[in-house]
């Protein structure tokens, strides 16, 4: 990956600009708005509460873009399968569908189209691909969601989705790093523990991760602990996992985000405002601080007492997080039919 500027330490960081939160809505309401602007926040991920039709979904787009700026990153979950978030276009197969058909250009074929659908209306990011190994059939969460349940085939068929979103302009982010594939607890509901040894996971969890990582312009974080690598701390609070490995060992430089810091894995664990910032401290570029208000409130205000004594590391994150969307702008490209793909996912 290419290295990112220099950060500017004439702007201060605003400590909106390392959230990212969600809508209450389909529009972007007055006060919505007022809120974006008043704290400078520039992510949003996009549910199926915020989704309604293509046009629909456009209009969403362009006026966060322009609230938000030309930095705007405006994401959600589109992985096909289960995991479909706007109904009305062709629908996309799952990744254990492609991981057992195992055609790699099939692959990137079909996440081209997926891209292509986003960037149709102006979303820039989508929350995939899945690289965790599906090995535990008493998996809650993962099921469908991964290619296959060997660290192989998982390599081969991520690096056909990254290739085929980046080919189209929207940021992919793998996840959910080090690998949700192999716990017994679904993350949403609990805080799952892996035990495995660190020679296990590098065979395992880790290799499509470090494999794919030229090619991954962001990584979501799991809430899971790894006893091997911090039996403290779930990976994405863990300064060992996401600085340690994964940017010192590693020499990872894209974007880190947290997955949804209203999971219970955290929630139920960790006070909101103390988890973000210690996601932050632990290497983490963007906190999902997704919820009511309140709780983004929370989030904003220990993170504003987190930003002025630390403004070298958050001006390093926020350049990260910009260079994210100049390379992968949030406009819409109304030349792009979603339909168009109909054969392609049909016989996928």
């Keep these: 990956m290419s290295p990112i500027s220099e950060p500017s330490r004439l702007d201060p960081v605003r400590p909106g600009q390392l959230l990212m939160i969600d809508l209450p809505g389909p529009e972007l309401d007055k006060d919505t708005a007022a809120y974006l602007r008043e704290h400078g926040i520039g992510a949003v991920c996009l549910f199926g509460k915020n989704v309604e039709s293509a046009e629909q979904l456009r209009r969403l787009c362009a006026d966060l873009r322009e609230v938000m700026g030309e930095h705007a990153l405006i994401a959600i979950d589109h992985e096909g399968g289960a995991i479909t978030r706007p109904e009305f ?115 395992g ?54 997955d949804s810091m209203g999971m219970q894995a955290i929630d139920a664990n960790y006070g909101r405002g103390e988890a973000a910032v210690r996601a932050l401290r632990a290497g983490a570029d963007l906190v999902m601080a997704l919820g009511r208000r309140e709780v983004q409130q929370a989030t904003l205000a220990a993170v504003a007492e987190y930003v002025p004594e630390n403004q070298a590391a958050v001006a390093t994150k926020r350049e990260r997080l910009r260079a994210l969307a100049r390379r992968f702008p949030a406009q819409a490209d109304e030349t792009l039919d979603p339909q168009a793909d109909a054969a392609l996912l049909a016989d996928a």
């Design 205 to 258: 969890e880790l290799a499509p991760f470090r494999a794919l990582l030229p090619e991954t312009p962001a990584i979501m974080t799991a809430h899971i602990v790894y006893d091997a690598l911090d039996a403290e701390h779930p990976a994405t609070l863990s300064p060992r996992i996401l600085t340690g490995l994964l940017r010192e060992e590693w020499g990872y430089d894209g974007v880190i985000v947290t």
């Design 89 to 203: 276009w062709p629908f996309a197969p799952s990744a254990m569908s492609l991981g057992a058909a195992d055609d790699q250009q099939l692959t990137e074929d079909v996440n081209a189209a997926l891209a292509r659908q986003l960037r149709s209306v102006g979303i820039n990011w989508n929350f995939t691909p899945v690289l965790d190994i599906n090995v535990n059939p008493a998996n809650p969460v993962i099921g469908d969601r991964a290619y296959g349940s060997d660290a192989a085939r998982v390599t081969r068929h991520g690096r056909a989705a990254l290739a085929g979103h980046t080919r189209e302009g929207v940021a992919p982010c793998a996840k959910h790093f080090p690998g949700h594939g192999d716990t017994h607890q679904d993350s949403h509901l609990a805080l799952p523990r892996v035990s495995k040894s660190r020679a296990e996971l590098d065979a």
